[in-house]
């Protein structure tokens, strides 16, 4: 699944390469993937890409007339500079922009509207990790009668926006803090290291990220700067012990046994 690193990398480049352009058509294969049904795709014809935004693991496309495309990519979506399979944005002068699922999971969700920030989709995520109002207080403050365990609290979008699974993992393993430890059992230190590492790991693997984009759209999913996520067996890079996996619900958790003790 994108995270924040991938999407932030991924709005740069199509800011870069697609603000400003005037779209000239649209065209949307598979109505079951847009799922609001108050405007039609061609609220976009004849008007101008004013900008993307991002907004945790989602992408914002604002057009110059006030419409807005909603871009959640879920576990497989993705954009590429050809008709997509599922939504394609054509310009003047040729340029084209599609949105597609990289292998046919059919989850990816689509959304048009004037006002986003109305979305339930949107409405109810937390601040922004790599922002100024992420701070160790805050994350103290709604961990206060969190049940459940600290990899848990960082993944849950209301809490905090835009962090997955793997970079999870990453954050985790940096911060030295054990991801089955229960929140209620986190000292002040833990969530300085969470927030201070949260904000490390995130900012490294988007820099990672656009080194290895070269320009283009960033390749999907590009996780060669990745530490411990998805390497069981392989010797932790701080300390050597072989790195272990859990498996719950087919959902991976990666960590070292010993910079990470429970
Ligand atoms: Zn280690």
Known sequence: MPELPDLEVLKVFLNQNFAGEKIVGVELKGESFLKTKFFPPEVFKNSTLERI????????????????????PMLRGWVKEDAGEIFTF??????????????PVKLLQLYIVKKPENLRVLKSLGPEP????????????????????V???????????????????????????????????????????LVSSTKNVLK???????RASRGNIPPFEFREHMKIHRKEGQPCP????PIEVKFEKERGTWWCPTCQKE
């Open 204 to 210: 490294e693997a988007i820099e990672a990220i656009s």
């Open 238 to 241: 701080r300390c050597g012990t």
């Open 90 to 103: 054509k310009f003047e002068g040729g340029k084209v922009l599609g949105i597609y699922e990289v292998e």
């Open 53 to 72: 935004n991002r907004r945790g693991k989602l992408l914002i496309f604002e057009a110059d007339n006030g419409f807005k495309l909603v871009f959640h």
């Open 151 to 193: 990899k848990k609290l960082i993944t849950t979008q209301k809490i905090v926006a835009g962090i997955g699974n793997a970079y999870a993992d990453e954050i985790l393993w940096d911060a030295r803090i054990n991801p089955f430890r229960k929140v209620s059992q986190l000292k002040s230190e833990d969530f300085e290291n």
């Open 130 to 149: 790599i922002d100024s109002g992420f701070t160790a207080d805050y994350l103290k403050n709604v961990a206060e009668g969190f049940k459940g365990t």
